[in-house]
């Protein structure tokens, strides 16, 4: 714990502190115990005059008795220095009174000096507990504490205050080369970050799909944009697990930058997370320490090979070998060195690993996060990198039954209708279809038939917004979707199998998840 307060007037324990010239470091505390090499609970602070400390200062130096460290006075410009952060002392003058200088020496008369009142409107009383002796859990609850107790949605929601939704920017997009699409639309010069996102899609025959984006065709293409963003080459490493490698190529083009710009716009414009980071990429970024990345993650066959042998050495001779063998590899990444324990292999293995997942391709990594500043995403991760960092890497939930039958409330006729009855039933059809979905025993998945009628594989870090809900259809046998609306319409059927086999016709045909 550090506090930078007036040195020449704290008073530790009865020792006096003691004073450097032209000291100008903030006060530590483990400093001063260290120098003192005793005990202590607390830091009491005086406040006195300048005159007074230095006629005290002078008193002391002259004190052959005092065992404690000598005060050396300061010079001007130190004393200058450390009372610029101090109240003056102004007394109040007694009228009845004809001395130039008055003592207060009573506590009535020092409550109407100027100084004081000054100090106790400015100031509360500083107690400082030894940081040895402080019950953080007790005393202190640390701000990034308070600000992990935030949901993912919540941090999202406060970014997607920035939106203006007033204005857009436009995106022409075309199923069969989304990446394209996205990069013309943010080099576009109408383009802001911060205006809603205006999405058309073109069909096969060159059209534009008569839909007006509320929401379900922008939230189908940040969808695609990160399943994309998994394939380029900026990425390596296992699929589900991808961090930054540098490419010329991209670096030209300042893909590193796109990529990060995408992936913010998405999880604060409502739609998913990339969801394929690296956490040992992430960590780096939102500026933890931790780094667990393994030989696993290396998809260079030669380099992983050498690795693995380097970890699996048996003897310390074996060790050097494999050393000396690979000496231009290893002085590469800075590694090579003489080893005196066999114990040392799991070091350099780890080495390595961080020069080649982080050092190497510390270029792509800055222009990425420069992109991900957008809208204030980086700034977000960096405050809540625990509740975040499930927004950009993979992690084994997925969508079930029970959730997606929750989530999506039918609109039922009144009860005692036909209509009603033929609804109830469907809504059997519809848990059991969910059942079969999760089970894999139908042509679709759960998250395909979320996409179908949401726009989204699954639900984004923003939430669902509107709710999702169930509509029935009696003029169709084929399942429909408005995603805009958020909106499921279930076909009116009499027969389980024909359901089935419906529902699984008209989500793997459809062609493309705008309004329907």
Known sequence: M???????????????????????????????????????????????????????????????????SDVIIMSRSAAEFNTADTVIWEPVLNSTNN???????????????????????????????????????????????????????????????????????????????????????????????????????????????????????????????????????????????????????????????????????????????????????????????????????????????????????????????????????????????YVKSLEEKDTIVKDYLWWFIIDRNHAAIDRFKAGLATLQFLTALQQHPSVLTDVLCHVNKRLTAAEVEHMFQPELSPNGSNRKVQEDKTMSFWADDLLDCEENNTLVSLEELFMFATGVPRVPPAGMDPKPRLEFLASSTFPMANTCANTLKLPLLDCYSTFKTNMDFGIKNSPGFGCH
């Open 2 to 68: 550090y506090h930078q307060v007036p040195t020449f007037c704290c008073i530790l324990m009865g020792q006096r502190l003691k004073i450097y010239q032209e000291q100008t470091t903030p006060f530590s505390l483990k400093e001063y115990k260290e120098a003192v090499g005793k005990a202590y609970q607390r830091i009491t602070v005086y406040i006195c005059t300048a005159a007074d400390f230095m006629t005290c200062s002078q008193e002391l130096t002259t004190d052959s008795e005092e065992s404690d």
């Open 99 to 337: 001395n130039d200088e008055q003592s207060p020496t009573d506590l009535t008369t020092l409550m109407e000096t100027t100084s004081y009142r000054k100090y106790t409107e400015l100031y509360s009383p500083i107690v400082i507990e030894d940081e040895e002796d402080v019950d953080v859990d007790s005393h202190i609850i640390p701000k990034d504490t308070e600000v992990e107790l935030l949901s993912v949605s919540e941090i999202i929601k406060n970014l997607t205050l920035q939106i203006d939704h007033k204005h857009v920017s436009r995106f022409n997009i075309c199923r069969s080369d989304i990446w394209d699409g996205a990069v013309r639309g943010l080099k576009r010069g109408t383009f802001a970050e911060n205006y809603d996102l205006l999405v058309k899609f073109s069909d096969d025959a060159g059209r534009f799909e008569e839909c007006v984006d509320t929401g379900g065709p922008k939230r189908e293409f940040l969808s695609l944009l990160m399943k994309e963003l998994n394939k380029r080459p900026i990425f390596d490493g296992p699929v589900e697990s991808r961090y930054l490698v540098y490419n010329t190529t991209a670096i030209r083009g300042d893909e590193y930058y796109f990529a990060g710009q995408m992936i913010a716009l998405s999880i604060v414009h409502g739609g998913p997370g990339p969801n394929f980071l690296s956490e040992d990429l992430v960590s780096f970024i939102s500026g933890k320490s931790s780094f667990k990345s393994s030989v696993a993650d290396i998809t260079d066959e030669e380099i992983g090979k050498v690795l693995r042998e380097i970890q699996n050495a048996a003897s310390l001779e074996n060790l050097r070998d494999l050393l000396a063998e690979n000496s231009a590899m290893l002085q590469t990444a800075g590694c090579f060195r």
